[in-house]
């Protein structure tokens, strides 16, 4: 979750914008829950566009538009059905926050072959390698491009991966660095052998380095 501080907000024809103090680190098409601003401002909206322009209006066709002579950088844009409002100062915050569920407890326990018991620590780490697994695989395709729902896996591939993940995840436990041995003499390796063929099913390239 990332919070932003709101400077100014701004509404012409039902089009709301705010520009925050920070760069962005979302898109169009997701939202962000506004707060501290007042109604009716505050609570949670589509972002329709990203202008880096002064905006000043919505054209007869429904196009946005803008005065290329003036850069504001950080804005967002939304809908609000409100009052024609001019740009002006103002204060709240702005959060982005994004819960991924593509697979759950039982996708993990189906994949180890056996269920945890209710209560129990295993059960509390392997809730945590399963929020941990989702918020990475979704992070990921993310970084490489992918527009996905969060809610919705694109597809068994990355279901598989996600578990295959979620899996590495909870064997690690009490290990310092790799699936944890029964051999006492055991030197332990990197779990690297399966990362590539998690990155595979991610849809995701190898990283590039200059």
Request: proline share 5%; hydrophobic share 40%; aromatic share 12%.
């Amino acid at each position: 979750m990332a919070t932003y501080t709101v400077t100014h907000k701004q509404v012409i024809s039902n089009v709301a914008i705010v520009q925050l103090l920070e760069p962005l680190e979302f898109e169009v098409g997701q939202s962000i829950t506004l707060a501290g601003m007042g109604a009716p401002f505050n609570g949670t909206h589509k972002i329709l566009a990203l202008p880096e322009f002064y905006f000043t209006g919505v054209s007869q066709q429904g196009d946005y538009e803008y005065d290329y002579a003036r850069i504001i950088p950080n804005q967002v844009q939304f809908a609000l059905t409100t009052a024609d409002f001019d740009r002006a100062a103002a204060t709240g915050t702005a959060t982005y926050s994004i819960t991924c569920t593509w697979i759950a407890l039982g996708d993990l326990e189906d994949y180890l072959g056996f269920t945890f018991t209710n209560p129990s620590a295993d059960l509390d780490v392997a809730t945590m390698a399963v929020g941990a697994a989702n918020a990475f695989a979704y992070r990921r395709r993310q970084e490489a491009g992918y527009w996905d729902s969060p809610t919705t896996v694109p597809g068994l591939d990355c279901k598989l991966g996600t578990t295959q993940y979620a899996a590495i995840l909870y064997r690690e436990r009490g290990s310092v660095e790799a699936l944890a041995s029964f051999d006492p003499l055991s030197v332990g390796g990197p779990v690297a052998g399966n990362y590539g063929q998690i990155l595979r099913l991610l849809g995701v390239g190898k990283p590039q380095v200059a």
